[in-house]
């Protein structure tokens, strides 16, 4: 089963090595889809059936946070899990995350097995 | 405060090359001599528990080679050329991020945006040395990379 993907970076460079890493990984990836920050997120949420977010923390418009309690709040987003990618590995902003909703992180650096393991745990895939 | 970060600056880069940009330096030290030749150079600073200023500078040929390992392509490809300094923006996110977060696990720690610039041959350094700093320097067969990271008083 491949699975639908957004991931949510205000860097076109991170994103695209995201991707390139899913790949990398052997993750079943479906379509990729991307959005600069969590309002461009919410849109691509409405509009689109997606398996699982992965979302960094620091964007211009709407940041991670604020992503994850509009999720939240929502209750036709609220069951897609969303996992956070982030350079901030600080136990203050993992708590922060989580308790607002995120079902996983995965601090940068991060390798390909990491980030594969992690997804399949959050969408449930036999390891 | 740098006497205690400067064993982790090091280690984070390497963990970062070697993880995500699939590099590992020939030699490590704590030299701050700067890279020869055209240089990338990326800024950032941050606040929180903790404030203060990261700063690297690259060699212009080690930084496409960076790029072109980041995104798995040719050096001369479209997605090398058109995202290295991209790329080595990330790299100073990922680095700093990566070192405060080893120094000081339970801090609360805001970064911002990097900050990248070219730099000629023969164009003044910046001043990335201002305050207490630590640094690092690794080489590579196509250049060096060489890291400050600096604290300010509270």
Redesign the interface.
Known sequence: MAFQILIVDDSETMREFIIRVIKLSGFDIGRCLQAADGRQALEVLRSSWVDIVLTDVNMPVMNGEELLECIAADQMLRTIPVLVVSTDATSHRVDRMMSLGAKGYVAKPFSPETLRHTMEQLLGVPQ | MSSQVVEFLPEAAQ??LE??FFSVPDVVSASTRRPAGDLIAATLTFRGSHRGHFGLLVSEPLARTFAAN???CDEDSE?ASG?FT??I??LA??I???A??QF????????A?PRTFRLAAAAASPDFTSGSHSACCLEFPEGSLLLYLSFSQK
């Open positions: 963990r970062t993880t995500m980041f995104f798995g997605m995202h991209g790329v923006a990330e996110n990922m700093c991020g990566a405060l977060t000081d696990s339970s801090a609360a720690l805001d970064l945006a």
